[in-house]
């Protein structure tokens, strides 16, 4: 069974930094691309950052220049490094495959992280 597993969120003060990390079961990470996302309460859940299997990356405008996406798949595992974090970043943070893990005929998605960044 599929398992995305998201951890590192917390509570940060603007400027900060987070590391949040991804890890999968098995290794459906391996010759996928892999992306972060998030959700902020009452919008709709953004792409973030994308990591190709050859380690290609892209970066949607709210993180460009800040946020930083890495894979280590012998570790199954996908970072996304988040510095200079602004309260708009605020959100609950997933990650997911592209194309993403299916449970049945839904999309599966970890119970993802919060981050939230406040004084």
């Known amino acids: 069974q599929v398992q995305l597993v998201e951890s590192g969120g917390g509570l940060v003060q603007p400027g900060g930094s987070l590391r949040l990390s991804c890890v999968a079961s098995g290794g459906i990470f391996e010759n996928n691309a892999v992306a972060w996302y998030r959700q902020a309460p009452g919008r709709q859940r953004e792409e973030v950052a994308i990591?190709?299997?050859?380690?290609?990356?892209l970066y949607k405008e709210p993180g460009k220049g800040r946020f930083t996406i890495s894979r280590d798949d012998a570790r199954n595992t996908v970072y996304l490094q988040m510095n200079s974090l602004k309260p708009e970043d605020t959100a609950v943070y997933h990650c997911n495959t592209i194309p993403p893990q299916l449970s049945g005929r839904q999309v599966y998605w970890g119970q993802g992280t919060q981050v939230t960044v406040s004084s």
């Open positions: 990591i190709a299997s050859n380690n290609a990356t």
